[in-house]
C-alpha cells in the first residue's frame, strides 16, 4: 500500500449513517498499491505491478446483471471497506479481477482520489445522458464534482455549478464552470442534465427545478437523508430522476484512460495513515481541500 483517499462513504460508515455489514472491518476504498504476491490461478498481473483497488471489490459473475456487463448491480457484489477489508492500513488483499491498472501519468498520491470520486462522477456523467456541449448542473461541489467538472468541461458542455461554500463556487470557475452560485440562486438557463453530489433531498429537488423538459437528474450519492415530497409538475414533461449505483470495471477503464488524456488535475490534503481519524473529522467539518489522501508508503519509503 502506498495511498489510499478518505471518502464520504468511509465517513457514513463509520458514524453509522450506512449500516455496517461486517465488525471489525478496515475502511478506505481509493487504494493504490504494489502487487507484493499473487493468489493461485492468477493471470494478467506480475508482482511489481502498480494497481488501484476501488469501491467494488467483487461480484458473483453468473447473474444476469454480472453477464450483461452490469456488475454494479449484482445482489451479492462485495464492497471495499464495507464487506471486505479496505485500504487504511498497509497491506491489502483484493481480487485481481476487480484491480485496476492505474495510468504511469499519475503518482501515487494523485491516483488515489480518482479511484472513488473521479470514476463514479464519470458513470453519473453518463447516467445523467449530458451530451458533448449540452447544458449541466452540478449541485454540490466536493471532491467528485471537482473531477466531474473536468470532464464535462473536456467534453464541451457549459457546466453551471450551484454550492454553499463561496470558496467552491471560485474553485468551479477556475476549473471551468460557465456560471457558480449558491443554493439560493436561480440557475441562469434551462439544464439538460444534473449531478447531485451532496446527500440532501432537498437538493434533489433543487436540481429537479433546475432541468428543462426532458432533463435527467442523477444522484450520486450512496446514502440520502429524505427525499421530501414536491408537486408532480416538477417531475411533469418527462423529467427523470436516477439514481447512480457503484459503477461498473468498464467504467473505472474508460475513466483512467480519459483522465490520463485530458489530463484530469486532482487536488487534495496529505495525512499520515496513523491521522486517519483527522482525516475523518476533516471531511465531516469541511476543511478538506478537495479531496483527503492517506499517504501510507510515507517520506522515507517513497524515496528508497
Known amino acids: 500500500m502506498t495511498a489510499c483517499g478518505v471518502c464520504r462513504t468511509d465517513l457514513q460508515l463509520t458514524e453509522g449513517d450506512l449500516p455496517a455489514r461486517r465488525l471489525p472491518i478496515i475502511p478506505g476504498h481509493q487504494v493504490v498499491g504494489t502487487v507484493e504476491a499473487i493468489g493461485e490461478g492468477v493471470t494478467g498481473w506480475t508482482v511489481g505491478d502498480r494497481a488501484g483497488v476501488a469501491w467494488l471489490g467483487g461480484a458473483c459473475g453468473a447473474c444476469r446483471y454480472c453477464t450483461s456487463r452490469r456488475e454494479n448491480l449484482c445482489e451479492r457484489a462485495e464492497f471495499t471497506g464495507w464487506d471486505r477489508d479496505g485500504g487504511y492500513a498497509e497491506y491489502i488483499t483484493a481480487r485481481a479481477d476487480f484491480c485496476l491498472p492505474l495510468p504511469p501519468s499519475f503518482a501515487d498520491l494523485d491516483a488515489a482520489p480518482l479511484l472513488c470520486g473521479g470514476v463514479i462522477g464519470y458513470r ?3 447516467v445523467s445522458g449530458v451530451q458533448p456541449g449540452g447544458r449541466l448542473g452540478l449541485f454540490g461541489f466536493g471532491a467528485s464534482a471537482s473531477l466531474a467538472i473536468q470532464v464535462a468541461v473536456h467534453w464541451g458542455c457549459d457546466v453551471y455549478v450551484v454550492t454553499r461554500s463561496r470558496a467552491e463556487q471560485e474553485r468551479a470557475l477556475r476549473l471551468g464552470a460557465r456560471w457558480a452560485g449558491s443554493y439560493g440562486e436561480p440557475v441562469p438557463v434551462p439544464l ?6 451532496a446527500p440532501a433531498g432537498d437538493v434533489v429537488i433543487r436540481a429537479l427545478e433546475a432541468v428543462d423538459r426532458g432533463g435527467t437528474v442523477a444522484i450520486n450519492a450512496i446514502h440520502l437523508d429524505r427525499i421530501p415530497e414536491f408537486p408532480y409538475d416538477r417531475l411533469w414533461w418527462e423529467r427523470s430522476l436516477r439514481s447512480v449505483a457503484n459503477f461498473t470495471r468498464e467504467d473505472a477503464r474508460q475513466f483512467l484512460e480519459l483522465a490520463a488524456t485530458i489530463p484530469v488535475r486532482t487536488e487534495y490534503d496529505v495525512y499520515p495513515l ?4 483527522e482525516a475523518l473529522l476533516a471531511l465531516r467539518e469541511g476543511r478538506v481541500t478537495g479531496a483527503a489522501v492517506l499517504d501510507i508508503a510515507g517520506p522515507v519509503r ?3
Not at 439538460?192 to 453530489?197: G, L, R
Not at 496513523?274 to 481519524?277: D, F, G, V
Open 124 to 126: 453519473s456523467l453518463r
Open 192 to 197: 439538460d442534465a444534473a449531478v447531485t453530489f
Open 274 to 277: 496513523e491521522a486517519a481519524n
Open 302 to 304: 517513497r524515496a528508497a
